[in-house]
């Protein structure tokens, strides 16, 4: 292999590298997450919470929605 | 949370991070259920009872905050919205609990329905993955150095280059 092929690939390995590393600065989502449910439906947040939401929403009747 | 969150289950400490999510069951004809949920992180409480009158403990409106920002909260003046822990025939008295990161639910519910909040931990952010720190970008590197390696064997620089000049005219 030829110097100049040897410094061009030294250089490509060293700036992939490099490269990758330095735009990698993602943060994971902090958010606690439902993993599974038994007997329950995860829905969008209703407009109201009244004692008969689900029925006059039309929503499943056993449900569990995320807040903050 | 600025304050301690107090639960039917315990009180969170002031300064915990937390995300809660909202139970509901309802349905117009009775029903008597085993719901579960399993969550990411741990369970810290559960707010779900009221008392012998039907009216909810205080830990509902005071836990509001937790809420979503644009769903309107009446929970708090429903009687018979939490859950029934007494004055109920053994079999139909509603309960709440937890263990680690699943909380489970027995209700016998009908109109209106039975509510509960479950306050669960928030994970701590922490950085992703970075690509190109793992095997991959180690064997690219040390590619890179040996190439370096390999050149700068060939080529040493001769003794000439290497001494330097003195940078005071003599």
Not at chain 1, 7 to 29: E, K, P
Not at chain 1, 40 to 66: E, K, M, R, S, Y
Not at chain 2, 10 to 15: E, M, R, V
């Amino acid at each position: 292999m030829s110097h100049k092929l040897i410094r061009v690939a030294a250089g490509l390995a060293l700036a992939s590298a490099l490269g990758i590393c330095a735009s990698a600065t993602a943060i994971s989502d902090a958010a606690a997450d439902i993993i599974s449910t038994s007997g329950l439906t995860q829905v969008a947040p209703p407009p109201t919470v009244t004692g008969d939401f689900i029925i006059n929403d039309g929503l499943p009747h056993q449900i569990i929605f995320a807040e903050q | 949370m600025a304050s301690p969150l107090v639960t039917d289950t315990g009180t969170i400490a002031a300064g915990t991070i937390v995300n809660s999510y909202f139970f509901a069951v309802n349905a117009a004809v009775e029903a008597i259920v085993n719901t579960s949920v399993t969550f990411s992180s741990n369970v810290l409480g559960i707010i779900f009872q009221e008392d012998v009158n039907g009216v909810l403990f205080p830990n509902f409106a005071s836990s509001d905050f937790l809420g979503v920002p644009g769903t309107s909260y009446q929970e708090s003046s429903c009687r018979f919205c939490g859950f029934e822990t007494v004055g109920q025939a053994q079999g139909l008295i509603d309960t709440a609990g937890f263990t680690g990161n699943v909380a489970n639910f027995d209700n016998f519910y009908s109109e209106p329905g039975d509510f509960a909040r479950i306050i669960i931990d928030d994970p701590i952010a922490v950085p992703g993955p970075i690509a190109g720190a793992g095997s991959p970008g180690l064997i690219l590197a040390s590619g890179g150095l040996l190439g370096w390696w390999r050149r700068r064997g060939r080529n040493p620089p001769d003794k000439a280059s290497r001494e330097r000049p003195s940078p005071l005219p003599v």
